[in-house]
């Protein structure tokens, strides 16, 4: 029998491993003294009784401290569980709060300039460079009369509608919109996000925004706007780059084809797209284009070579 004692003491041993209470080994290491010292010593039953009811309590007291620790063990689980809930929940209100931000910054900036703001990876290409660009400026005519003869709010209704299409489109050819001013409206292509065919793409927004701009003028002469739109498109290098104040940035180019642009839209008659020499030189495969001949041009000191567009060939796709 105390074989069976001493096997009860092992186990209360390696118990006291796990939950680190030394009370019931000790007891336990006890009632076996008291048994083995019985049955080898001096024999009384009282004696034996004891050390075997000195066992049982033994094992009561030490399966209660093992589910004390048992329990202990499950509630510092549900502590870290719930931990790691809250800091997953953190996570994602602080994802959900930059996603709100980068929205409300798309507000503001073009959409690929805000994404490479909020990139920590991306944000050096933000960084003065040059770059090849195609860039176009449009403008609407008579802008400056209509708002004369019409209510503020329907000339906000104008301009939001105006500029709605002109982003749908700058998104469509995957375009950057780096200048609003109210009537007029600067797009380059090839940078921030790079592209093969900057010119054909600026052309092609060219074509289309003028198309809808003649949808849109239907809807406005109910309110009483007789408006038309001139655009200008140039390519060549240019220096890409932050410039403002704190607190209000802009990601811009600057350079001789950004004015040239920006000169052949004041110079355009209503739905008249003027491109320069070496735009068109990028395009004469997939466009027709009629010869505008040399002009001067406002700050530009020599006459340049311009070309009337009238649409796209049949086989560009």
């Not at 004891?50 to 510092?76: D, H, K, M, P």
């Not at 770059?131 to 403008?139: G, P, Q, V």
């Not at 700050?299 to 796209?312: C, K, N, T």
């Amino acid at each position: 029998m105390w074989l069976f004692a001493a096997g009860a003491v092992g186990a209360l041993v390696i118990d006291r491993r796990q939950h680190g209470k030394n009370l019931p080994m000790m007891i336990g290491i006890t009632a076996l003294i008291i048994i083995i010292g019985t049955l080898y010593g001096f024999y009384h039953d009282a004696i034996l009784a004891t050390g075997y009811v000195l066992l049982l309590i033994t094992a009561f007291l030490n399966q209660n401290r093992s589910l004390a620790f048992l329990n202990g063990q499950i509630q510092a689980q549900a502590i870290a569980l719930s931990n790691i809930n809250n800091s997953l929940e953190q996570r994602v209100d602080e994802q959900v709060t930059e996603i709100e931000k980068l929205a409300r910054l798309k507000r503001f900036l073009p959409g690929e300039v805000a994404n490479l703001v909020t990139d920590e990876d991306k944000e050096s290409l933000l960084k003065s460079h040059r770059r090849y660009i195609a860039c176009l400026f449009c403008d609407i005519r008579r802008f400056t009369s209509m708002t004369e003869s019409m209510e503020p709010e329907d000339v906000i209704d104008v301009l939001r509608s105006f500029h709605e299409e002109v982003g749908k489109l700058t998104e469509k050819y995957q375009g950057t919109i780096g200048y609003r001013a109210g009537d007029g409206v600067m797009v380059f292509f090839n940078d921030p996000i790079p592209c093969d065919d900057p010119d054909l793409r600026a052309i092609k927004l060219a074509l289309e925004l003028r198309t809808s701009f003649a949808a849109l003028c239907e809807d406005w002469r109910k309110l009483g706007a007789d408006v038309g739109l001139g655009v200008g498109v140039a390519s060549g290098y240019a220096t890409m780059g932050v410039i403002g104040v704190e607190g209000r940035f802009d990601y811009t180019p600057i350079g001789n084809a950004v004015n040239l642009a920006a000169r052949l839209s004041d110079r355009a008659k209503d739905s008249e797209i003027l491109i320069s020499r070496r735009c068109h030189g990028e395009v004469e495969d997939a466009v027709k284009t009629t010869t505008a001949g040399e002009i001067s041009l406002k700050g530009i000191a020599q006459p340049v070579e311009v070309f009337l567009l009238d649409g796209l060939r049949q086989t560009t796709p």
